[in-house]
């Protein structure tokens, strides 16, 4: 989704701008632009599209400055045309926003009665006429800042420039992050970490409401009331080397081949801090896992573990309805929000709702400075790394590692199972890293099938018990990916409806692990071939051994029944991804999709 970069140093900022607008191209975008300072005034350059067209033309000019912003837009109030690109500016201010100004309408007719003329369709246009507006009444420019943001409503970051002040760059953030480096250069601003200018060694994230203005070499923060406050950076590492693509075509390609390491180094991780985790497992009579998109298919996971090894029942919800639905919290009650970016709207306002009710609250995310790590109760951090495809790969089995690892946790402090057992899911689990090793080799077989389905129309994905939710995990990858039409279900739902798509030729992907579900999964199985569909086994050797002639299969390693979604998650990941490399997607970066998802 949208993405904030600023710099203020002693060098030409214009190839850091654009560095990390390059960092943050995996967020999702669909135009680019920056906006400099320097003794001519208020220089802005936006171009629609990737930011190849921004950097373009760039090079045809010899623009140089000590102070700038710059943006990555994901279209929501108005088209991906250059008007509606970030910055917005005027004579006096620019802006990059990101998140939505809900009061932007009534803005903006008092700002057009006042003599403003809009020049774009966004929502975000109004933060710099309504900043002028204050200034041509005489308000200094913090001050004018600091009024114009009393008058916004709406959940937002802002990076502001103003033309008088040379030597100044602003932020302010109510709802979506914003953090600030340094390095001995000079100052940045950023909407995560990777928009930070390289080499910075010091962060620090403003907290909600405050606001920062930033000089080459020091800072200030304010409080909602515009009242100095005092914090100091903290001690940061970049990762930028992971950032590299390696000898892969996509991250996404190279995301999914890290997880055998991601997984260990999850298991490993949690597995530490299991034993300090100060929740009360005896106590808790209802457990809520909230999250969205490929998370929330983690949750449905979860559920199972939960209530099959440690007999605590769990709700499910998606984070876009929970609080909605007027949910009925139990006291002894733990909520857990599984989010990757740590930063998703709906998932961030349901973690608030539920605070608000008093709930104690757990957040599982790969992002640990992310927002709902800060404003959860207790967090555990998956040690994927950065996710930079915008498909989610490995941040799913590794939020898979840290529930399944939680869950016999649970039930080990609940007694629902013997020492015995849990020691033996423990192993099953220490031993996923090479079952994952095993499964990758088989990428060829992989590759062949998601070739030969590029040009299906319709793709359908069923399993049973813990691999229903993985159905819908490998409908979701495809069809974001590769822009097929593709459907999960419940194995046994089929015949209740969908079972009225099946006709000749078309793919349905028979999740089908032997986890004493088989049985049932291939008699679904034999209603689709039936009916003329085209099944694809995943199933292990006991399963795919005594398949009919025709059935095409792919063999996976063994594994135990409660971790196969680990295992058969990769061989979906993979089918998705050679299906959208065969036809041509821009598979890191799919159209329309944004990484971190930060407006309701
Ligand atoms: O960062 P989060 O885990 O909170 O994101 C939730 C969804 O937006 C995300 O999983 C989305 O569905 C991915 N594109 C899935 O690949």
């Known amino acids: 989704m949208c993405g904030i970069v600023g710099s203020i140093n002693h060098n030409n900022i214009v190839p850091d701008l654009l560095a990390g607008l390059s960092n943050i191209e995996y967020r999702g975008y669909d135009s680019a632009g920056i906006a400099v300072i320097d003794n001519d005034g208020l220089t802005t350059i936006k171009r629609p599209g990737k930011l190849e067209q921004l950097k373009q033309e760039l090079a045809n000019q010899a623009l140089r400055s000590h102070t700038g912003i710059g943006h990555t837009r994901w279209a929501t109030h108005g088209c991906p045309n250059e008007a509606n690109a970030h910055p917005h500016s005027n004579d006096d201010v620019s802006v990059v926003h990101n998140g939505i100004i809900e009061n932007y309408l009534q803005l903006r007719q008092w700002l057009t009665a006042e003599g403003f003329r809009f020049q774009s369709d966004t929502d975000t246009e109004v933060i710099p006429h309504l900043i002028s507006l204050f200034l041509e009444q005489g308000q200094a420019p913090q001050q004018a800042l600091n009024t114009a943001l009393q008058h916004l409503e709406g959940a937002f970051a802002i990076g502001v420039l103003f033309r008088k002040e040379q030597d100044h760059l602003y932020a302010a953030r109510r709802g979506s992050p914003l953090v600030l480096g340094q390095s001995d250069q000079g100052l940045c601003l950023g909407s995560d970490t990777m928009a930070l200018a390289p080499g910075i060694d010091r962060i620090l994230y403003l907290d909600e409401g405050e606001q920062a203005c930033m000089t080459r070499d020091s800072f200030q923060l304010l409080d909602l009331n515009g009242r100095a406050i005092k914090r100091d950076m903290q001690a940061y590492t970049s990762q930028q080397d992971d950032q590299s693509k390696q000898n892969h075509k996509f991250y996404m390609h ?107 609250t757990l957040s599982i995310v790969n992002v640990a400075q992310s927002t709902i790590a800060r404003e959860s109760d207790f967090s555990l951090q998956t040690q994927a790394g950065p996710e930079i495809g915008v498909a989610s790969t490995k941040a799913f089995t590794a939020q898979l590692a840290i529930l399944a690892s939680l869950a016999i946790h649970a039930a080990d402090r609940c007694k629902a199972i013997q020492i015995q057992e849990s020691n033996r899911l423990l192993m099953e689990i220490a031993a996923l890293p090479s079952l994952i090793d095993m499964t990758l080799e088989l990428e060829p077989h992989f590759q062949l099938i998601g070739e030969s389905i590029k040009d299906s129309h319709n793709a359908f994905f069923i399993g049973r018990g813990s691999n229903f939710p993985l159905a819908l995990e490998g409908a979701l990858k495809l069809k974001e990916i590769s822009y097929l039409h593709a459907e999960g279900f419940g194995a046994g739902e089929l015949k209740h409806g969908p079972i009225a798509l099946i006709e000749s030729g078309v793919p349905v992907f028979v999740i089908a692990p032997n986890d004493g579900l088989l049985e049932k999964t291939l008699s679904n199985m034999e209603e689709v071939m039936a009916r003329g569909g085209r099944c694809i086994v995943l199933g292990d050797h006991h399963s795919c051994g005594n398949l009919p002639l025709e059935v095409e299969s792919i063999t996976l390693p063994a594994c135990d029944k409660v971790f196969a979604p680990i295992i058969y998650a990769i061989a979906l990941q993979l089918i998705a991804y050679h299906a959208a490399l065969a036809i041509g997607t821009d598979v890191d970066q799919p159209r329309n999709l944004a990484k971190s998802v930060t407006v309701e």
């Open 254 to 360: 190279k995301e999914i081949h890290q997880q055998s390491d991601t997984v260990r180094n999850t298991f490993k991780h949690t597995q530490h801090l299991l034993p300090e985790l100060p929740v009360d497992f005896t106590r808790l009579d209802r457990i809520n896992i909230i999250a969205c998109g490929t998370s929330h298919y983690a949750a449905m996971v979860a559920k199972y573990w939960f209530e099959q090894i440690a007999r605590i029942p769990v709700d499910i919800d998606v984070a876009s309805e929970f609080r909605y639905r007027s949910p009925l919290l139990s006291r002894n009650g733990l909520s857990i929000f599984i989010s990757q970016s740590g930063e998703t709207a709906d998932t961030l306002a349901a973690l608030r709702y539920t605070k608000a009710l008093g709930q104690k």
